[in-house]
């Protein structure tokens, strides 16, 4: 019997929008995860319920890709609220709930605040401190952390995660707070300080769970209720402090072996939740920027939509190590007078990737599915950097779909640089046990800005415009990029590999931008040698805005 699917998706609730892991079939079961991570850790390992159940792993608002809560402090209680408008949102009337650390908090505070909506809690390691223990914790466990131009926060947050995994709490290095436990592995390691780094003021939740009266909450339930003390968990001391618990509630010790026996233990002993559950379908015309995904199964990707008034719409490509989350501010000034959809391409941030091998028709096919997949039939396509090479490519596939094209700082390649730029321009970023890969990561981004290509850092080799390094949009495109680094490289070797000479026969109106005296003005010229009906356009440094320039252009 194959493996249950997980599909990824987003709800509306109020002005935010949820996301939300799905697995299996049958009654609902409501996952909570910990700090500083998403469903994408606490789902896989409890998969083999899904047939049984259908798994809901909820991303906790300001985490995975949940929008965060519009407050400066959330509470458990304020994380509760927000999980019960969720299970609204995707029509959940009443289900068991499980949670894990943060989760298990946030849990508990909804058996409290909502006793009909839960039919039974699983608390999978909770903390049950002392007045003197939470105030430690809120002072020192998470501390706030700044991107800085010189990459040193990425060094801090990956030794701040290893010693999370030495010593508890790991502001205590002391032998008594050693936990007795081998080094996790680089690959994990690096995926919680990605999520640590990608959740909006990764403190929040733990501050919630350190402030949480979890002690006083337990005596109060009328749920039952199971406290599981899991071998190797670092909370699970915590599960046997408290004595003259109610009679719903029990404690539960096991082994890593008899772990997933017991959380069905657990589910047996809960009464059913009700069997009727959906992803929520989500609005479509409103002019704020919304997120979804296209295709089906495990095979999907991420599509932001937005935009109104009657202009043609405009489909926007992102160049590479970027996402469309780095080409939205462009996407949503263009959409006050169009409408827009913007996606992670094949392999990048948040989409699953293509079949190995693929070539840029093949991105091109994938893309122009994304596209009819969003009811666009007409619209105009903006590719950046080498993403100029599928936009063209695009062009000649989609054929009178596309109406006009815009080339953004484009980068064509010719025949002599291109076996340098397939075995160099985008290697591998493996993680590293020390962590160095993301300083290795940080500076190539930001070489980028300085030197083409980025890795031969030459005087011949200088960018000579205004750089964009300011680190927290670095940031930002750093953590989208390595969602993506075991793929994100195939996407670069298609349009690397591209013949600007194929574009040839691209008919539609083409507009290229360029900076002046850039190293890469030249790939602009080539561009517009080869393709008929050229505008140049030459990006000044006190210009008038990109995005004007571009809607004066898809308007005329």
């Known amino acids: 019997?194959?493996?249950?699917?997980?599909?990824?998706?987003?709800?509306?609730?109020?002005?935010?929008?949820?996301?939300?892991?799905?697995?299996?079939?049958?009654?609902?079961?409501?996952?909570?995860?910990?700090?500083?991570?998403?469903?994408?850790?606490?789902?896989?390992?409890?998969?083999?319920l899904a047939r049984d159940w259908t798994l809901i792993g909820l991303d906790t608002p300001g985490y995975g890709g949940s929008d965060p809560l519009?407050?400066?402090?959330?509470?458990?209680?304020?994380?509760?609220?927000?999980?019960?408008?969720?299970m609204d949102a995707l029509g959940i009337r009443r289900a068991p709930i499980y949670g894990t650390h943060t989760g298990?908090?946030?849990?508990?505070?909804?058996?409290?605040?909502?006793?009909d909506r839960v039919a039974g809690l699983v608390l999978d390691g909770i903390s049950f401190n002392t007045p003197e223990e939470a105030k430690e914790r809120l002072d020192n466990y998470a501390p706030q952390f700044r991107p800085t131009a010189d990459g040193a926060h990425l060094a801090w947050a990956w030794q701040?995660?290893?010693?999370?995994?030495?010593?508890?709490?790991?502001?205590?290095?002391?032998?008594?707070?050693?936990?007795?436990?081998?080094?996790?592995a680089p690959d994990y390691i690096h995926d919680v300080v990605l999520a640590k780094m990608d959740a909006v003021k990764y403190w929040l939740g733990y501050r919630a769970a350190f402030g949480h009266d979890s002690r006083s909450v337990m005596y109060k339930l009328a749920v039952r209720t199971t406290l599981v003390a899991r071998e190797g968990d670092i909370l699970a001391p915590e599960a046997k402090r408290l004595t003259d618990l109610p009679s719903e509630v029990r404690v539960l010790d096991t082994t890593k072996a008899q772990w997933l026996d017991a959380i069905r233990d657990c589910?047996?002993?809960?009464?059913?939740?009700?069997?009727?559950?959906?992803?929520?379908?989500?609005?479509?015309?409103?002019?704020?920027?919304?997120?979804?995904?296209?295709?089906?199964?495990?095979?999907?990707?991420?599509?932001?939509?937005?935009?109104?008034?009657?202009?043609?719409p405009v489909v926007l490509l992102h160049g590479d190590m970027s996402s469309s989350r780095m080409v939205l501010p462009l996407a949503e000034a263009l959409g006050k007078t169009r409408p827009f959809v913007a996606l992670d391409i094949a392999g990048n941030a948040e989409s699953d990737p293509l079949a190995a091998g693929v070539t840029l028709k093949d991105y091109a096919s994938d893309v122009s599915a994304v596209i009819a997949s969003a009811g666009v039939a007409s619209y105009d396509v903006y590719g950046e950097s080498l993403g100029a090479a599928l936009a063209l490519e695009l062009a000649l596939q989609d054929g009178e779909k596309v109406n006009r094209v815009i080339l953004d700082r484009p980068v064509f390649p010719v025949?002599?640089?291109r076996a340098d730029l397939l075995a160099l321009y985008a290697p591998l970023i493996a993680a590293q046990w020390d962590g160095t890969h993301w300083l290795t990561a940080w500076h190539m981004m930001r070489d980028r800005a300085f030197f083409w290509p980025w890795y031969q850092r030459t005087r011949e080799a200088?960018?000579?415009?205004?750089?964009?390094?300011?680190?927290?949009?670095?940031?930002?495109?750093?953590?989208?990029?390595?969602?993506?680094?075991?793929t994100y490289g195939d996407y670069v070797r298609a349009c690397v590999g591209a013949d600007a000479g194929s574009f040839g026969e691209v008919s539609q109106p083409v507009f290229v931008t360029a900076v002046a005296g850039d190293r890469l003005e030249n790939h602009a010229d080539r561009i517009t040698a080869i393709v008929p009906s050229v505008v140049r356009h030459e990006i000044a440094e006190k210009g008038p805005p990109l995005a004007a320039v571009l809607a004066e252009y898809l308007d005329s």
Do not use: N
């Open 1 to 48: 019997m194959s493996a249950p699917v997980t599909t990824r998706h987003f709800a509306r609730v109020g002005e935010r929008e949820v996301h939300y892991r799905r697995a299996g079939s049958g009654p609902p079961f409501v996952l909570l995860h910990s700090s500083p991570q998403s469903a994408a850790f606490v789902l896989p390992g409890l998969l083999p």
């Open 462 to 486: 200088i960018r000579w415009s205004d750089p964009e390094i300011d680190p927290a949009r670095l940031q930002t495109q750093l953590l989208d990029w390595l969602k993506g680094r075991a």
């Open 415 to 417: 025949a002599e640089e």
């Open 104 to 115: 298990a908090h946030i849990a508990l505070e909804v058996a409290l605040r909502y006793r």
């Open 70 to 86: 519009p407050r400066a402090q959330p509470s458990a209680a304020d994380y509760a609220d927000a999980s019960v408008a969720a």
């Open 267 to 312: 589910l047996a002993w809960c009464a059913e939740g009700d069997p009727d559950v959906a992803p929520a379908t989500l609005p479509v015309g409103r002019a704020a920027t919304w997120r979804s995904y296209a295709g089906t199964g495990e095979d999907q990707r991420l599509v932001r939509r937005g935009g109104g008034g009657a202009g043609r």
């Open 160 to 184: 701040h995660t290893r010693d999370q995994i030495v010593f508890y709490p790991w502001f205590r290095a002391e032998k008594g707070r050693r936990l007795d436990a081998a080094m996790a």
